[in-house]
């Protein structure tokens, strides 16, 4: 599995034990046990939407989206899904019906989808950002998660697209490995005393360009969602696809850590968190949901340490909203015209379910206790 693919690092230490000692729990376990949390809080979450009135479409409102995107919206919705469904087959149904395994990229796969749910997370606090509502949704999947003060109500709500957002992160989380360690094989080849430095080095580069390529030209452009709020825009400042500076340096070291995680896999195809699974003595499908577990520890982590959290931080500071933004009703999710809420900016404050609002007007609107 690592021959052309990967770089293999073997790791000596694994199953050693000294004369006398209890044998260590290896790696995977622990990393196992985080990831079984992780996706039981995701169930209870997704559970508590799915039943709960908060599960309703948040709609596009009076404005057409121009043809051209809406074209590519609802192509988009219908492609996302068959080419994630190939995936599928590929990464996983593949090599398990012949060798009774599951690639790294078939792990990558399934916890790619699993963080797809908290796409969302950074507009807890405060909207940055908004999907087009266009796209099928059915309102916010993190609705339950405890902490969320920005609007959220049946209709009024952050409106993460079903199927497509889990469609594209089961494509884009194994593509942006794929790609990125192509890229590192062809340094590496061109230049075979490039040290880890070096590596590092074309990684961010290439996952930058490949950002500029991705957002900068395709998904914002094409109006899959709007960085409305983000600070310092890079690329098309003022319009409904400008990419923000906040955006940028998020996502690269996101998928730089992405590559480098399947980049660094041992002989048998095993990244970091998978060291160890060798020593469990159990079949083939406990094994696979061991390496899945851990390899969903490892998404999360990753996806929250570099960019979530981050991107929070930078929502609390939203930049106003451009006009061709608020102009455009599929993109008032959780502020603009359609739901009458001034959308976020240094002079608007930071409201809670339970407090006061500036509207659309600038008038502010006290709680209905006061």
Known sequence: MASGLYTPLHDPSIGRVRPGSAPRRPPVI?????????????????????????????????????????????????????????????????????????????LLLLAGLSASVYDSFSVAAQPWFAYNSHLLNYGNPLSALPGWISLNEPGRAIAWSFPTLP????????????????????????????????????????????????????????????????????LFGGHYYQLPVNEFLHITPTMV???FLRYSVN????????????????????????????????IHLIAFALYHIPQTFWALNSHEWPKDVTDRSYFQNQCGRLVDRACPGPGVPITRPDSGYVNWDGQYVYPPNR
Do not use: H
Not at 56 to 79: E, K, N
Not at 277 to 288: C, M, Y
């Open 30 to 106: 622990w990393f196992a046990v985080l990831g079984g949390l992780i996706l039981l809080v995701s169930a209870a979450l997704l559970i508590a939407w799915i039943s709960g009135p908060d599960f309703a479409r948040v709609p596009q409102g009076p404005d057409q989206p121009p043809t051209f995107m809406r074209i590519a919206l609802d192509v988009g919705q219908i492609l996302m899904p068959l080419i994630a469904a190939f995936f599928v087959y590929w990464f996983i149904l593949r090599p398990w019906i012949r060798e009774r395994r599951v690639t790294y990229d078939g």
């Open 267 to 298: 002989d048998r195809g095993q990244s970091i968190v998978q060291r160890g699974v060798d020593q469990i003595k159990s079949g083939p499908i406990k094994l696979a949901a061991i390496q899945l577990l851990a390899v969903v520890a490892a």
């Open 257 to 259: 850590a992405l590559v």
């Open 167 to 234: 469609a594209f992160y089961a494509v884009a989380f194994p593509l942006i490995g794929i790609i990125g360690c192509a890229v590192l094989r062809s340094a590496k080849r061109l230049f075979p005393r490039l040290n880890r430095v070096g590596l590092l080095i074309v990684c961010i580069v290439a996952m930058a360009v490949f950002e500029l390529f991705l957002e900068g030209v395709l998904f914002l452009p094409l109006g899959f969602w709007t960085y409305a709020g983000g600070a310092w825009p890079i």
